[in-house]
């Protein structure tokens, strides 16, 4: 009997640990992912739900934990606005839209130019948290009333940084050889027809007479 009510008031209070998670504060948080795979450079969004289930409006946010923060660049998040009273089956989504900047070491000839990438180390992976919180309504465009008070809820996310591997690309380094070869080849143009007429029938006479005398010898 001893064991069966220290049993129940185990899952009472791990219930509570859970319930706190998800709910705190007037919000709560549905998700259906805990990680998500982005190639490095590339943008991912993710979307969450949002349910209220006091009597408190409240206008919502989504933001990163610290340890993602130096990761996750140009975030967009929108803010919603979540009624009073506003269940788990009536949950609101809301977008989350960020970009991971390049995180792999490449081996480049020249500066950041003609660059190579074997992605030989380990994929890269960063844990934090998502965390939605309230704003007051004040802070909102359009200005719909909401609590004044902040309220946060957190969710787990894990990004993995995907590597793809690429050679070096000398397309640059081929259209720059190609435009200076233009820029030599209209200068020694430039320089040959900028002479007046009659030099330049003078200096071909010059060069016939020279031939002529090579023949002759």
């Known amino acids: 009997m001893q064991k069966e009510v220290i049993k129940a008031s185990l899952i009472v209070v791990l219930g509570a640990i859970i319930f706190s998670n998800f709910i705190y504060s007037g919000l709560g948080i549905k ?5 998500a795979l982005v190639n490095e450079g590339g943008s991912a969004c993710l979307t969450y739900e949002v349910y209220n289930p006091w009597s408190d409006d409240s206008n ?8 993602l923060k ?3 660049i140009l975030q967009e998040a929108e803010t919603k606005f979540v009624p009073a009273y506003t269940s788990s089956q009536n ?13 792999y070491a490449r ?14 180390e380990d994929m890269k992976i960063y844990e934090g948290d998502v965390a939605v919180r309230t704003v007051p309504g004040d802070d909102v465009g359009g200005g719909i009333g909401g ?21 070096r690309d000398y397309t640059l380094l081929y259209a720059f050889a190609a435009v200076i070869s233009a820029l030599i080849v209209a200068s020694i143009l ?13 200096e071909k006479m010059q060069k016939l007479k020279e031939e002529m005398r090579k023949t002759k010898k």
Request: net charge positive; aromatic share 8%; hydrophobic share 40%.
């Open 147 to 167: 609590s004044t008070t902040t309220a946060v809820v957190g969710a787990p996310l894990r990004i993995r940084v995907a590597c793809a591997p690429h050679t």
């Open 31 to 35: 998700y259906s992912q805990e990680s």
């Open 70 to 72: 130096g990761v996750l």
């Open 190 to 202: 430039f320089k040959k027809y900028r002479k007046p007429k009659e030099q330049r029938i003078k």
């Open 60 to 67: 919502v946010i989504i933001g990163v934990s610290d340890e």
């Open 107 to 120: 081996d480049c000839l020249v500066g950041n130019f003609l660059c190579k990438l074997d992605c030989n």
């Open 91 to 103: 949950a609101i989504p809301v977008k989350f839209c960020f970009k991971v900047p390049r995180l």
